[in-house]
């Protein structure tokens, strides 16, 4: 009878009182980095509502641990006290741990958005580690004047990351249902243009583009779209140093040339005399050039238009609101108009400039 018993109690065991296996509510982040770093750390999450604090912890001889809990699955960064970024890891209510690597600091455990995060770090970090390695070779070239070795390194970095961007691709369309996929092109879409950034967002599954990533991809896309040629670009209102008030779209001329620059850009001042060249030669046919200065200071912007003698209108964006809605990612920047405001080209200079306004002024 005993015997039996034991029988009974082993069968329910097995079969009938198998633990429950109950989801890990909490996060776990170790850090062996080794050596003898040390230091304040803190553990930041990207929310629907912005960067959020999740912890803080204390490095020791490279050695540190968070701990917490979040819903689903968040992106999130270690960082030092002086915002230097350790590593990111795609957080979840799992356990994680971080070593020294060779070619950084390497995130094992978590779950399968952290293995797809992983996969797109190795081809970051192989670029990163080319690009330093090639500018070191490049200060070494440039010091000798060997302009042929120069040469030779930028196509080899340039087919490095032609490379890389393959390889990126096939990750995009193989995870185009993992929100990390919308989160690495979330990462890097400021440096896009509107035709690169809407192929990629087209890549993404239809549920990935409803997420947060997804969605601040397609708001970046309806502002980019905004600055590419063939759209109406957006007003903006400004005041000449006379204190003369007026917008861009109130201003009537045939071509109108929107011209980003500054007092203290070489390459806008050195375009400059072209640009008053050709506001002599085709203002009173209907060009009217709109300089926009990303000056700070108000003295050194009227100085620069005295030497440069600029006879057009030209206001100060102090706070670059209009390079921010224009999305001006480097000056100068000159974005042709026709009547209607109507982008009709972007980045002209010298003769390919003068020779689209004569083109459209004869038409």
Not at 47 to 74: C, H, Q, R, W
Not at 195 to 212: H, P, R, V
Not at 287 to 295: A, C, N, R, T, W
Request: net charge neutral; glycine share 8%; hydrophobic share 40%.
């Amino acid at each position: 009878m005993a015997i039996m018993k034991q029988v009974v109690i082993a069968f329910l065991m097995i079969f009938g009182l198998c633990p429950v296996v109950l989801a890990q509510e909490s996060f776990k982040i170790t850090g062996r980095l080794g050596g003898s770093l040390g230091g304040n750390l803190v553990l930041v999450g990207s929310s629907s509502e912005g960067a959020v604090k999740l912890g803080e912890t204390t490095m020791i001889d490279g050695n540190f641990e968070f701990t917490g809990s979040v819903t689903g699955v968040m992106p999130a960064y270690i960082l030092t006290e002086e915002q230097q970024p350790i590593a990111t890891v795609m957080l979840e209510n799992l356990e994680y741990t971080l070593v020294a690597g060779e070619s950084g600091i390497e995130v094992s455990g978590g779950g399968e958005s952290q293995e797809i995060w992983n996969e797109f770090e190795v081809i970051n970090r192989y670029v990163l580690k080319e690009k330093m390695k090639m500018e070191q070779e490049g200060r070494a070239a440039y010091a000798q004047q060997n302009q042929m070795k120069l040469q030779a390194l930028q196509q080899q970095f340039a087919k490095i990351a032609a490379d890389a961007e393959v390889k990126q691709i096939n990750l995009f369309k193989k995870y185009k249902d993992s929100f990390v996929s919308a989160f690495m092109i979330a990462s890097g879409m400021q440096q896009m243009n509107y035709i690169s950034l809407k192929a990629l967002y087209d890549m993404l599954g239809e549920n990935i583009q409803k997420t947060l990533y997804g969605q601040l991809i397609a708001r970046q896309l309806m502002a980019l779209k905004q600055v590419e040629p063939g759209s109406v670009v957006p007003d903006f209102k400004g005041e000449t140093p006379d204190g003369e008030s007026f917008s861009l779209h109130g201003i009537k001329a045939k071509v109108k040339l929107v011209d980003f620059w500054a007092s203290w850009c070489g390459p806008c001042r050195q375009e400059m005399p072209n640009v008053s060249k050709i506001y002599k030669k085709y203002h009173e046919l209907g060009l009217e050039i709109i300089g926009v200065s990303l000056d700070k200071k108000v003295e050194e912007w009227a100085k620069a238009m005295k030497e440069e003698k600029m006879g057009w209108p030209n206001i100060i964006d102090v706070e670059s609101r209009i390079a921010s809605l224009y999305l001006v990612r480097g000056i100068p920047h000159t974005i042709l108009l026709d009547e209607n405001n109507r982008i009709i080209a972007k980045d002209l200079r010298g003769k390919q400039l003068e020779k689209k306004i004569a083109e459209l002024l004869k038409n």
